[in-house]
């Protein structure tokens, strides 16, 4: 048994939202500079460099690079080996509540969904925690922003609408979100599982760095497929026109019932933002 | 065509831009985002006065992050428009002329746009780092309660815009992508 204290936790948590949100992934930064080399539109084209020039700009002056910074996502490994000191979901909180007091960050959350009220301190955090083998704690902290994410839908398909049935579904999801998102998006796609699941599976989907295919050959192809029907949509950056409309298509999947074809579409913006440790 | 732009805005130098024109904002900008809108249109149902006078007025839709130390503002890209929908035509009809933010507009508040001869210019979104760099000072104006959604009045100098959609109702968000899409057919 390995004992983790409360307050490594809620220090670890604090860097991350910092760092998540002043730093893009490598493989964000990849996606985004290839993107803008291959763009043939022009106008698009210029908006990809901008928002390249955006991204080392936020590094140079400790910016965030986007000023929504997000309701943070926090997904926890936690060893089976690990014994946690104190009150874990709390001590994620006051990360939360630190990281973005002292990273000069944005408090996005309202205690309620419909009276409203700003907590002031952008708790409480949208814990995810897995049980895995191990003495390890694993953290990854994702400041999801609500442009994308309120673009994002969930669908109970038929097993008879089969891959047309989701592939049609993601495509009228991305079209309808047209401008909102901040294209160049990340399409993160949860198929099977229950309701809940498929949600919780696309949402785990954009945690996968862009250039990491599923590692089944059917969903890997199947990924590809929908980010070529996407990029021939024409949206492209800010929704002005162009190819890159999408960066990727990421998909997770689990076995769902003989009923069921759970379908869930986690919109991401260019700014997908994911920060991890372990402890 | 880049034009360059004053505020407060004379609605005659806005009849001449069309959507995809470049255009760079110099003077006050106001903040606004959902709940401070649905106060500014409150007010009006209850005939009280504004924070700020409408007319001649730019909105911006943006919630900054905090400014750091040394800092006069942090991040501040511009949110989606699309939330303000339901209030725009309101404050159109009242003599507010130019919008700033991303993302389509609804029917309704295209049809604003064109029967005041207003425009609606976009931001770049997901650009925050770089959009505080044109914002010179900024003044905490009202409604302080509401965090980062409270109105604050910038004052910028050649912000960088796009006329989305035009006081005729040109839209780039659909003739952009129509124009790319005949270029690949």
């Known amino acids: 048994m390995r004992i983790i204290q409360s307050e490594e936790i809620s220090a670890a948590v604090a860097a991350l939202c910092v760092r998540a949100n002043r730093q893009l992934p490598p493989d964000v930064v990849r996606a985004m500079e290839r993107a803008a080399q291959e763009e043939p539109w022009s106008l698009a084209k210029d908006t990809l460099k901008v928002l ?34 104190g009150d874990f979901s709390a001590a994620v909180d006051e990360g939360v509540r630190r990281g973005y007091e002292a990273g000069f960050l944005r408090k996005s959350v309202v205690a309620d969904p419909l009276r409203r009220g700003n907590t002031g301190d952008n708790t409480p955090a949208a814990l995810t925690v897995e049980l895995v083998p191990g003495d390890r704690l694993r953290l990854t902290v994702v400041p999801k922003g609500f442009g994308s994410e309120n673009m994002s839908a969930l669908k109970m398909l038929k ?17 309808a979100a047209g401008s909102n998102p901040c294209p160049p998006i990340v399409v993160g796609l949860g198929l099977g599982g229950t309701f809940d699941k498929a949600a919780l599976l696309a949402k785990h989907a954009l945690l996968r760095p862009l250039d990491l295919p599923n590692p089944d050959p059917y969903y890997a192809a199947l990924e590809r497929e929908l980010l070529e029907e996407i990029n021939a949509l024409g949206i492209g950056p800010q929704g002005f026109g162009g190819r890159t409309t999408a960066l990727a298509v990421k ?10 074809l759970p379908a869930a579409v986690n919109i991401s913006c260019h700014v997908t933002r994911r920060a991890s440790i372990e402890l | 065509m880049e034009v360059k732009l004053t505020s407060p805005v004379d609605k005659k130098d806005l009849a001449s831009l069309r959507a995809g024109d470049r255009v760079l904002l110099s003077g006050p900008v106001y903040t606004a985002r959902d709940a401070a809108h649905k106060r500014l249109t409150e007010l009006i149902a209850q005939g009280k006065t504004l924070p700020f006078s409408l007319p001649g007025s730019v909105i911006y839709y943006v919630g900054p992050t905090p400014e750091a130390p040394g800092q006069i503002i942090g991040s501040a890209g511009p ?51 770089l959009m505080g760099a044109c914002v010179k000072s900024v003044e905490l104006l009202c409604w302080e309660d509401l965090g980062c959604e409270a109105v604050r009045r910038l004052e910028v100098e050649d912000m960088p815009l796009t006329v989305a959609i035009d006081s005729r109702g040109g839209n780039l968000y659909e003739s952009g992508p129509a124009a790319y899409l005949e270029s690949v057919r």
């Open chain 1, 251 to 260: 998909i997770e999947t689990m076995p769902t019932h003989v009923a069921g």
């Open chain 1, 159 to 175: 097993p008879s609408d089969g891959v047309q049935g989701v592939k049609d579904f993601v495509l009228s999801t991305v079209k």
């Open chain 1, 52 to 85: 390249c020039d955006n991204r080392t700009a936020a590094l140079e002056h400790c910016l965030p690079v986007c000023q929504d910074t997000g309701m943070a996502c926090v997904f926890a490994q936690v060893g089976q080996d690990v014994h946690i000191e």
């Open chain 2, 79 to 129: 949110t989606t428009s699309g939330r303000m929908d339901a209030y725009s035509p309101t404050l159109l009809d009242l003599g507010q002329p130019v919008m700033i933010g991303k993302g389509n507009r609804s029917r309704e508040v295209v049809d604003a746009i064109v029967r005041n001869g207003a425009v609606y210019l976009a931001a770049m979104g997901g650009a925050g780092a």
